[in-house]
Every structure is written in C-alpha cells, then in structure tokens.
C-alpha cells in the first residue's frame, strides 16, 4: 500500500507530461503544482494549530465536565425544637432568630422574617433539609408564658403545630486548601434579576452570541472612550469564565487567544444555562483574609447573612457591581463607590428595560443593607469544632472533608455554651481577683446530655472564641479524688458486703514499696483522720485514708477494671497513689467516665455529631445513640446518693448554698497535688458537666476542686437552672430511715435487677 | 447450667413464649406491633406516630432519628427507649437492642404501670440474646419473661 502510493505522484505527473499538448491542463499542471505547496503550507501550519485546538478542546471539555469544586463541610449546631411547654426564654428564641440572620421586622412577608410582641413571637420559618425530613416555610405563631412555650399555630393552613423544628445555625466551616468558600446554586434556582442585572452588565449579547462579541467588544470601547473611563468591560461571559476557570491573569497575545478560542469551544459545547450556572458559581466575589469567597450563593451570605432567594433588586445590583472588582468596589471598606457602583447596575437594567425606572429609583436610594462583617469567616468556637473534626477523622479522610460539601449536624447548644463561656471567662476573672496568689488561670468546661452522651458545650479557657490549645479536648491532668468513683463504686457493686453505711477506717495509712523501699504515706486534705465513719459520708467528704483503705482491700486491679468499664481508655500504671488520682486524663475522658454514672450505669459514647449529608443533602451517615449497660441500675444508684451528699453536705456544701434546693443533683470534687488542678464533675438529670480549672504550666494556682472549679460550675447551673428530678428508684432498692430522720437506700432485692448475670460484669 | 438447644425446639420455645405472653397480656395487637403509644405531650406523640410509619415502611433508620429526636423531649420515657429497641431488633442490631431494652427497664423501675413495658422488655432481650447465639442469655431473659407474665396474670385473675 504505502509503496502504491508513494508510485502515484509519479504516474500522475507521467500522466500530466503526456497531455501537454492542450494548455489548461498545463496550467492545471502549474496551478495545482502551485495549490501543492499553499496546501503544504497550510498543513504545515495547521497541524499544529489544530492539534493546539484539540488540545484546548480536550481541556475544555475535561476540566468543564469533571469539574467538581472543592466545597468547604459546612458545620452546624443543633437545630432548636419548639414544643409546648418547653423550658424556653423568649429573649433566647429571639437571639437565636437573629443569629440565623432572621430579619425582625413589622410585617412579614418571606420567609426568614419574624417580628416579636413582647411575649408573642411571628416567624417566616426557611425550608430546610434535614436528616430525617424537609422542613418547609411556615408561618408560625409562637407564645410565652412565665418562659415557657405555652403554644405554636400555623397560620397557612391555620393549625396548631405540636413540635416545630428551626433551622440549625451555621457554627463553622472546613476549608478546601485553597481557602475558597462556595455555595453551590442551580441557575433555575437563582433569582432572574439576578442574572438580568448580570446580563444587563456583563454582556447584553450573552444569549445570542457564540462566546466571543466583536460588537460587544467594540460597543465597550466607544463606551469607555466616551465616559474617560473603565465603564464596560470587551469580553463576554464565556470568556470571564474560561479566564477564571483555565488561565491565568497574565495580559499576553497568546492568553487572548487561548480565550477566545477556548470560549467559542465551550459554547460549541455547551448550553447557555450550563456556562452561566458554571459563572454564577465560580466567579470572585469578595476576600476576607485568607478566605475568597467564590460564587453568588456563597456572597449572599457573605454580605447579607442571607440566603440568596431572599435577596431584593439593591442586594442584587451590589453583587453584580463585585463582578469587575471585588476589592476596588468593597462595599464595607468603599460605601460610597460602591453605591455608585450598584447604582450604574440599577441604571443599566432600567436602560435596557429589564425594571422599570420607578423601581431603580426606590432601589438606587435604599442603603447598602450589608452585614458589619463578613459572615462566616471567624466561627466562635473552635474547640468544639476540632472536636468535630477529632470524630470525623475516624470515618472521612482529610481531604473529603475540605472538598466534598459535607453537611455536618452537630450536637452543640449556643443557649448552653454561651452560658458556659460567659461562667467560665467571668469566673477565671473572679478566682483571681479574690486569690492572691492566683493567677495565669485557666480552665475548660465539657456540658452533655446525661442521658444520650450529646456534647452540649465544649468551652476553652479565657478567650473561648481563639483557637489555641485545646484543653477541654487535649490537656491531660491528674484527675485527683474524681478517681474515687471507681473505688465506691467496686465496693457497693459487691451488695452483700457493702452498704452505703459500711463503716470504714479513716485511719493513718502507709505502703511500702517492696522493690524500691519508698513510702507513701496518704494524707487527708484537712491532715487529721476521721475514725470510722460510714461509706457515704467518707466518699462525700472525699476522705484520702478510708478511701485508700477501701481500694487496698478491694484490690488495685479490680478498681482499674472498674475504671475501663466506666469507659476509661487510657492506660495508666496501677499504684496505690492511683486510688487518690494520680491517673492523668482530659475533661472530655473525664466527662465519658462521669456519663456511665450519670446515666444510670449506661455507657454511652459521646457524640458531637448526629448527622452527616452531602452536600445536596443526601444522607450519608448518623450517629446513632447507642448504649452499653457496663453496671447494675442498683449500686450505681447508691454511688449518686452518696455523690449527692457530696454536694449537699460534703466538699460541694459552700456551693451548694448558692443553687436552689429542688435541685437534686451529684457531684465530685477533684485536687491534685500541691494544688494544681481544680476539678468538679456535677450531674443531674438533664445535664453533665465537668470543669476543670489550672494553669497551663502546670504550676501549683492555690485553688482546691470546691474552691475553684466547682465555684464556676454553681454559677453555671444558676444561670441554666437545669431540670433536675430525682432518679429513678431501681426495683431492687429499698429505703430505710437511720436516727429516724435520714433515708438511706439499700439494695434489698439482689436477685430482681435488670442486669443477666452475663452480661453485666 | 448453660442449656443448648436445637433450633427447632427453640422456635417452638419461642412461640409457646409468644403465646404465654399474648395471654398475659391479654392484647394480642399491642404485642405483635413493637410500637404502643405514649401518654405524654403532643410533641413526643407525634413524633412517636411519624416514627411508626417509618417502622411499618420498613425505613427503620428514620424511624429511630424520630425516636431519638423525641428522646431529647422526653429522655426518661421508658416507652421511647423501648420503641427504639424494638427498631434495632427489626434491623437484627441485637446488641444494641438488648441494651436499649435493658435501658427501658431500668427507667420503668419499680413502677407498677410499666408491668407489661417491662414484660415486652424481656421479651426483646430474649429474642436479641437468641439473634446473637447466646442462648444462656436468652434462657435468662425468658424466665425473667415468664415470671413477669405470670405476675401479670395473676394480677388480672384476682
């Protein structure tokens, strides 16, 4: 084959040599000759031409069709629920309204609106996708009475509603590496105005050209020309796009060609609506230190806390005036410029009669309306997000957090953390204002649901809204007596030989070491022994020597044993120092092993998130509450009478003072050595909470677990008033009167539990 | 003593138990279907009724969100604990239903109107054991079973 045709040229101008004699086919003969070479000329140019094409082509269409932006995980907190008779203050309802970028105004008429009446509330509810269910707009009338919800109707249709469920707030955010923040819209989805007024704008011809605009081009000259200035920009939509989609910003021949090609490439291949959606959401918007804000959606919120649906013609012009420059027109560093700026919009779409003059007029006057601060550049608590990221880690990989759009539904509580922050930093303050010595304090405090193991708060230290070393989460301190659950705890399990008025010896105690020949000789915090004294009384007052005694005759493996079912993790040595807390943990470990007896004996693993969708709100994973009964109901029982003592009568009873009396609620006191860290675990019903107070140098600050932590804990549960009813009596219990005043509970019973022997130890 | 026993004598084990309990309770409905409903506000309610048509669609997953959503209104309502283990043992989650179950039993207590919950407890503990092959735990969550029916009974014959 390859020989048959290499033969032909030479057959051919045989042939044309033969027929000579006539004169056309002699000029065929010298213009075809000539024809060769223009056509080789043409090959030689166009090859490489063509080939860069299809290789602009190919990237085009790789980059356009693959292209799949890196969306930030988008946390939030948990979504308030509203039911009658809720334990509700109306000033917290409408905090949470404003934080959720809810519009109070006089007259409601789209959602994301509410207006208050002192008691009476009237809200635009947003739809939102949640895990379970799609909550739509809906037009409520919520009210109050005595700071509890005493009703909610809906007005369309008019009904009364037993439960409403508001949108969660935004609390945080996972950024892809290059630090762009989006929000993803459908370009059905995006108001018209929107996208007139970027037409009217960018490029009138948008719809009708085939990606480059010659008259475009040369319209936007004259129009510069004639204003003396940089009014109009030459090239089109499609070409911004593939700018900011393929190229760089470098202003070379090769680039402008690149462009132009390119965008007739993407309009060959796709549709109007696909280049605008793309547009709409790639384009620059704003910066806020590393942060770039890329696309409508996400400006919408990042000027107006709002959604972009809910944005009104001004709102709109001002995003378009961003398009050409994001910086130069700012509307929160130039007001001004950028009110002009907004105004030419406005101008445009009225020239071109996309709204009528008397709307750009009302439009042209109303004020910029944008937000202080960008929203969503600093969130306020990013312990408790590192929390969150701790937990996802055992499931995602880093960098699907940073790009796929997760949604993240967490447990956190503002009502809850801000009232945990405002007693801690105010607390730490007045701890060292009132202690001489004290001071470079610190502190963390952990909040959970006692029952199903939700993080409720999470605060860090003085300044809870900087990162920073995260405490509540990583610092690792000598738990002193909160170890002592464990010891009372393997005693009253064994119900035959130990009651709560088992009496034990407070006695001086020593133990020496065989090996080394040291000694350790335990002390009680007062230095003076107590006698025998019985077992509630000696774990309420937290007495060193009848504890140690109670340990050592219980065995140091059975309390370590005792400890990992509470839900210890961490390996500690087992010495007998271990018995007063030697063994070192973090306020989160402390708060999983508190949970086991705060739950009635239930381990149940803490949880920071319930939910996970991606990011067009599929579900992809919950975080079921589960539990694992690690202790009979009965002795645990017994361990939170005696903790409740503790608080009542025992280390807790200065606090204790201060908070109202139907509270039952139990507690421990924890002190490590030399003073240098301060613990109080306390729990009700409702809540969980551990506190933990102490210098970040690891220096002796002076303050005891009653006088520091616990001080910051009391004044947390007067400002929560938490619910806190006395638990539930186990079948097996008995109570019997002692001095015939004090009720004291027994296990009676020790068969008629809820614990199979097999699964129970 | 650890007692095995062959699968067919356990079916048959089991339906005796079923029919035990059936006439203990004297409700036939109400033990078959592993909701009953819940005196308590409304909210809690309807969660409770959107959870059951989750159950019933077999969507078990969103039928445990709703319970859990209601847990957080009513977190010691034995009659949602029990609900939600009910659902963990339709999804053969036998773990976690036995403990769920354990838990529902430990907030009814001692309380005499939670008789037949407690009973209902038993019985999914019984029937989770059995799904993990710990036939010693199903033997001892039977007779705890066996012996609440019978008090049960007893109560409603006097």
Known sequence: MTRTRKNRPTYRSDRQRYSNAKRSPSRRQTTGFRFKWRWLALIIIMIPLMSYISMLDVKVREQFEGKRWALPARVYARPLELYTGMRLMPNTLDDELKALGFEKIDTLSEPGQYQRKSNDFLINTRTFKFWDATDPSRLVQIRFQSDKVSSINELKPERQLALLRLEPKLIGKIYPTHNEDRILVRVNEVPDLLVNALIAMEDHNFFSHYGISIRGMLRAFIANLKAGDWVQGGSTLTQQLVKNFYLTDERTLKRKFNEATMALLLEWHYSKEQILEAYLNEVFLGQDGNRAAHGMGIAAQFYFNRPLEELKLPDLALLVSLVRGASMYNPRKHPQRAIERRNLVLDKMAEQGMINLADAEIAKNAPLGITEKPFGSVFPYPAFIDLVRDQLRQDYREEDLRSEGLQIFTTLDPYIQKVGENSMVNGLKRLERNNRQTNHLEGAMVVTNSDNGEVLAFVNGKNPHYAGFNRPLNAVRPIGSLVKIAVYLTALEHSRTYSLLSPLDDMPYQWVDKYTGEVWKPQNYDYRSHGRIPLYRALANSYNLATVRLGMELGLNKIRETLHRLGVERDFDVYPSMLLGSVSLTPIEVAQMYQTIASGGFRVPLRAIREVLNHEGKPLQRYALSVDQRFDAAPVFLLNYALQQAVRIGTGRHVAQTLPNNLVLAGKTGTSNDLRDSWFAGFGTELLTVTWVGRDDNKPMGLSGGSGAMVIWGDFIQKIRPQSLPPITPNSIQWRSIDGTTRIPFIVNHHSNNTLADRGN | ?158
């Not at chain 2, 026993?5 to 006439?23: A, D, F, G, V």
């Not at chain 2, 077999?58 to 445990?64: G, W």
């Not at chain 2, 053969?92 to 529902?104: F, G, I, M, P």
């Not at chain 2, 010693?136 to 014959?157: F, P, V, W, Y």
Request: hydrophobic share 40%; glycine share 4%.
């Open chain 2, 1 to 158: 003593m650890k007692v095995f026993y062959s699968n067919k004598l356990r079916q048959l084990l089991n339906r005796l138990l079923t029919i035990t309990l059936l006439i203990a309770g004297g409700n036939a409905d109400a033990l078959t279907s592993r909701f009953i409903p819940v005196d308590s506000t409304s909210a809690v309610e309807s969660l409770l009724n959107e959870a059951k048509t989750y159950y019933e669609m077999k969507q078990f997953e969103q039928a445990a969100a709703l319970l859990e959503r209601a847990l957080r209104i009513d977190p010691r309502n034995p009659i949602l604990w029990h609900n939600l283990a009910g659902v963990r043992l339709a999804q053969e989650d036998w773990k976690r239903a036995a403990n769920l179950a354990t838990k529902s039993n430990t907030l009814a207590g001692s309380n005499d109107n939670y008789k037949e919950l407690r009973l209902r407890n038993w019985v999914i503990i019984t029937q989770a054991c059995e799904g993990m092959g710990d036939f010693n735990c199903a033997q001892e969550a039977r007779n705890r079973a066996q012996a609440l029916a019978r008090a049960l009974q007893a109560e409603k014959s006097s």
